[in-house]
């Protein structure tokens, strides 16, 4: 983990086009932040007050700053949205998105936080609340928790991309799983080998 290696990024970018690869976007980076409380078995979300995703529960995070160390980025993004230190941090997938409405692709480095001190608070921008891991509110949150939220529950890395037509339809997307943090890259939808259909969406209930 550390600062984002944008040099990294590019050879990645490189090596698909090299394979036929036709879609290469720039790129904005941001976190995502899942504090967890594994004694009683439950995740803490945040009710969105306000800007992007709105109305919608999610994890906390946002933007990581250009040369901005990731592992620093996580921390102040949850103690500014919750007031929580982060005292554990472990890196457990990594999520990319696009959409006609995106002028770039998405990619969120999905983060747990196992450990932390203080109180969950409100703020200006997110509304915290404790929900029960296996129990979180798919239809109000984003579409794509659904697929890879299984993983992440199992304690699976996982990897994934998902295309959105505008903010609420998902029309396509790949998802893997690795098995180490050293083989955790973001990914490209376009591949000759992918999952297309998550094998945990049956047991699931359907967004209303």
């Known amino acids: 983990m ?40 439950q995740v803490l979300l945040g009710y969105k007050k306000r800007g992007f995703g709105v109305d919608k529960w999610s994890g906390f995070g946002g933007k990581v700053d250009i040369g901005e160390d990731i592992e620093v980025s996580v921390k102040r993004e949850l103690f500014e949205e919750s007031s929580l230190i982060a005292e ?16 770039c692709v998405h990619e969120a480095h999905v983060f747990q936080v196992p450990k932390f001190s203080g109180n969950p ?13 296996d129990s979180i509110p798919y239809d109000q949150m984003w579409r794509d928790f659904q697929y890879w ?18 903010l609420e339809v998902i029309t396509d997307y790949r998802l893997i799983t690795v098995n ?16 297309r259909h998550s094998p945990f969406l049956s047991t699931l209930a359907a967004p209303h």
């Open 88 to 103: 554990e941090i472990v890196k457990v997938g990594i999520l990319c998105f696009d959409s006609d409405t995106y002028s």
């Open 180 to 195: 180490n943090y050293k083989e955790l890259e973001p990914i490209e939808l376009h591949e000759t080998s992918f999952l």
């Open 121 to 133: 608070t409100e703020s200006d921008e997110m509304k915290p609340k404790w929900f029960p891991i």
């Open 149 to 166: 939220w299984p993983y992440f529950r199992k304690g699976q890395l996982f990897s994934a991309f998902f295309m959105y037509q505008g």
């Open 2 to 41: 550390g600062t984002i290696n944008c040099a990294k990024i590019l050879r990645n970018q490189f090596k698909l086009l090299k394979r036929g690869t036709i879609m290469i976007r720039p790129r904005k980076i941001y976190n995502l932040v899942l504090v967890t409380d594994q004694q009683n078995n």
